[in-house]
């Protein structure tokens, strides 16, 4: 039997992740917060006839009392993890001069710090021979710096940095650490993410065309189970990439922001958004 483990699986990729994975054979530990949250993901899996390969664990990914009680449940199964999945997060939205610390500590204890904490916990269950991986959800935020998200791209960008120390280390034990880096998606993740940008009264023209854009993404984002399909292909690899842009656009930001010289880049995020460069 193979094993995976998904944070953050009570709904949007992580849901559709943990789901497909189950499709693709693997009996997966969904893990959440709240488990009072399994309902919905318990009911699509019984629908689709994978409800066997579907155990529901309690995880808050910022507490490690948490963790030890996962890893306690592995040790005590004899239990070795193929695929960990690092999911849970959200986007702390808000332009930088009303965040407050607090929300800065919040939003890497979870993007950032529940990675590291998480994956720390576990490495111990994932196998030295080739089969085992750590797929990191990362975004687009975590190589281009959105305005108007300061907080959430920041804790990407150090997950980015943390993945390709962590790739580079663990290539020489046998396991293949991969990002996956979504665009736009209709998660629940946008809620949270455009809050206080939405209710921050006082705005300029550039942030009130920036809130409307941000509107625009979330209302028109893509199926997040195109992003789960994609981390069930990296989980079935031999050689997984590295990196992996998915969505409208992701692959050609990636591209643009490698090779187009700064100036272009904001010159051009100003003319879209109609904002006024002080010259």
């Known amino acids: 039997m193979k094993y995976a483990l998904v944070t953050g699986a009570s709904s949007g990729i992580g849901m559709y992740t943990t789901l497909e994975l189950a499709h693709q054979g693997f009996h997966v530990f969904a893990t959440m917060r709240d488990v009072k949250n399994r309902t919905k993901i318990e009911s699509i899996a019984q629908y689709q006839s994978v409800q066997d390969r579907l155990t529901i664990l309690e995880l808050d ?10 890893a306690e449940y592995l040790e005590q199964q004899s239990i070795q993890i193929q695929v960990l999945v690092n999911n849970a997060g959200y986007c702390q939205g808000g332009f ?16 950032f710090f529940g990675a590291v904490r998480t994956t720390k916990a576990l490495l111990p269950f994932i196998p030295r021979d080739g089969s085992g991986k750590i797929i990191a959800i990362s975004s687009v935020s975590g190589f281009f710096g959105f305005p108007g998200m300061s907080a959430y791209t920041s804790s990407k960008f150090a997950l980015e940095g943390w993945g390709e120390s962590l790739r580079l280390e663990l290539l020489n034990e046998g396991i293949w650490v991969s990002l996956v880096q979504p665009g736009a998606y209709q998660t629940k993740i946008w809620e949270r993410g455009l809050e206080k940008v939405a209710d921050q009264q006082t705005r300029n023209a550039f942030q009130e065309n920036l809130v409307k854009e941000a509107m ?7 199926d997040p189970r195109e992003v789960a399909r994609l981390v069930a292909q990296i989980a079935q690899k031999a050689r997984p990439k590295f990196r992996y842009p998915v969505g409208n656009g992701a692959k050609s930001l990636a591209i643009g922001k490698r090779c187009l010289p700064w100036s272009w880049i904001e010159g051009y995020v100003y003319r879209f958004l109609k904002g006024k460069v002080v010259k």
Do not use: I, P
């Open 61 to 70: 990914v910022t507490k490690q009392e948490d963790l030890v009680r996962v």
């Open 96 to 111: 930088f001069q009303d965040l407050t610390e607090e929300e800065w500590q919040a939003q890497f204890q979870t993007n």
């Open 216 to 222: 625009k993404s979330r209302d028109n984002g893509a």
